[in-house]
């Protein structure tokens, strides 16, 4: 069912909290990747410009959850959001379970904006906690979730929160609804041919997306380290390769299960290959089929990349969650660059494009097609999950349109 959203609601003069996903990347206290804040714009500029006063919520990083650690604090966020919205966003203190929050919010004039400190420095968020729930919903008059990327989460801020918030309203943000729109288009009624692209390290991480996909998607192309337990399933040599060796009986049902139905399941037919798991050292060699005892693969080969990036184009739907090699080191680059490039060409002639958040958004940002994608996810997890078929209680609270 659609969700109602702030767009719809009237924010004149009341306190809005938003959950947002300011879960940026940092070295040191320099943001690194502001794309998760840039997204969150057009939900607080909606509420501030309106006369709203914006509450907003986040996480960051893992700290170890008993009070404040400076590593872990929203100031970074707080002055970076400042400078993209043009005034000034406090962070009322260090405990966000403090009474000087209450006293903050109540201060605030239409169009202000508040940033509480990171959720996660206390434990009760992650468990779901009631009361600082009802702590949080006393702040507000409307709950928003605009944060995708933990939608798979059932913590505080997430569950508990809209649920203490009674008949107050809950909506989702634009951010979310943009999200789950594609993502749902994607899944329940996506123009054919439609192809989904898998890597990453893990055949355990993506092993229920490909089983659910199964019977929606056209062609499914699996690379990244992944592909070798499917490989090793198949009777191939895969060298020093990552394996998940517990996983092999599941690939090989996996196997069996695309034999049977209409998706064509694609593996790499080449590999490029070193001794060595680093950037500048080991030696490198393509290998064809089998690897050569002593190398493992590190990127899909010219062969299959050329075969992956015919399918892509070809395509009017595509779905594309993790990399196809170690795309951070020069040598292995190139398979993820030209699937990238693929997903982008087919994008500027009339496909549906939708990259799945994580390393795949960032090798988008790398290789500079993002702006030619139709959506990039800021949820890696959140994304994979929805691929999955699974619900988010998160969503589920939301008020109905």
Same mark, same amino acid.
């Given at each position: ?198 890597? /990453?390290?893990?055949?355990?991480? %993506?092993?229920? @997306? ?5 019977? &929606? +998607? =056209?062609?499914?192309? !699996? ?73 493992? /693969?590190?990127?899909?080969?010219? %062969?299959?990349? @050329? ?5 892509? &184009? +070809? =395509?009017?739907?595509? !779905? ?82």
């Amino acid at each position: 069912m659609p969700k109602q959203t702030i767009a719809n609601i009237e924010v004149d003069g009341k306190r809005v909290l938003i959950r947002v996903d300011f879960n940026v990347p940092l070295d040191g206290s320099t943001i690194t990747d502001d794309r998760r804040i840039q997204a969150a714009l057009p939900t607080i500029n909606s509420v501030i410009e309106r006369g709203g006063k914006a509450i907003l919520m986040s996480h960051l990083g893992r700290p170890a959850s008993k009070g404040y650690e400076e590593a872990y604090s929203m100031a970074p966020i707080a002055k970076r959001l400042g400078e993209l919205l043009g005034k000034e966003v406090k962070i009322p203190a260090q405990n966000c379970k403090s009474p000087e929050i209450a006293t903050a919010v109540d201060a605030m004039n239409d169009g202000d904006v508040i940033l509480l400190e990171n959720l996660r420095f206390h434990g009760c968020e992650k468990r779901g906690d009631p009361e600082f729930a009802s702590q949080l919903a006393s702040l507000g008059d409307i709950y928003v979730n605009d944060a995708f990327g933990t939608c798979h989460r059932e913590h505080t801020s997430m569950v508990a929160l809209p649920l203490a918030m009674g008949n107050k309203p809950k909506v989702a943000g634009f951010l979310v609804e943009k999200e789950i729109a594609y993502l749902s288009q994607a899944l329940t009624n996506p123009n054919h041919p439609f192809t989904v692209i898998l890597g /990453g390290a893990k055949v355990s991480d %993506k092993l229920p @997306a490909i089983e659910h996909l199964l019977p &929606k +998607a =056209s062609h499914i192309l !699996v690379g990244g380290a992944m592909a070798y337990t499917f490989l090793k399933a198949l009777g191939y040599a895969v060298g020093t390769s990552i394996v998940e060796e517990n996983m092999i009986g599941e690939a090989k049902r996996i196997i069996e299960l695309a034999a049977e139905s209409k998706t064509d399941l694609h593996f790499p037919e080449d590999h490029i290959c070193s001794t060595i798991f680093a950037e500048k050292a080991g030696d490198i060699e393509v290998f064809d089929d089998q690897i050569k005892d002593g190398f493992m /693969g590190l990127d899909i080969g010219p %062969k299959t990349t @050329a075969r992956y990036s015919q399918i892509i &184009k +070809a =395509s009017k739907t595509i !779905v594309w969650n993790g990399p196809m090699g170690v795309f951070e080191w020069m040598p292995f680059k190139m398979g993820t660059k030209f699937i990238a490039e693929a997903v982008a060409d087919a994008t500027d002639t009339g496909a549906t494009s939708i990259v799945g958040g994580g390393d795949s958004a960032a090798a988008a940002e790398t290789f500079g097609v993002a702006d030619r994608l139709s959506h990039v996810s800021t949820g890696g997890g959140a994304s994979l999950e929805m691929l999955e078929g699974k619900r988010f209680k998160a969503v589920d609270l939301l008020d109905e349109a």
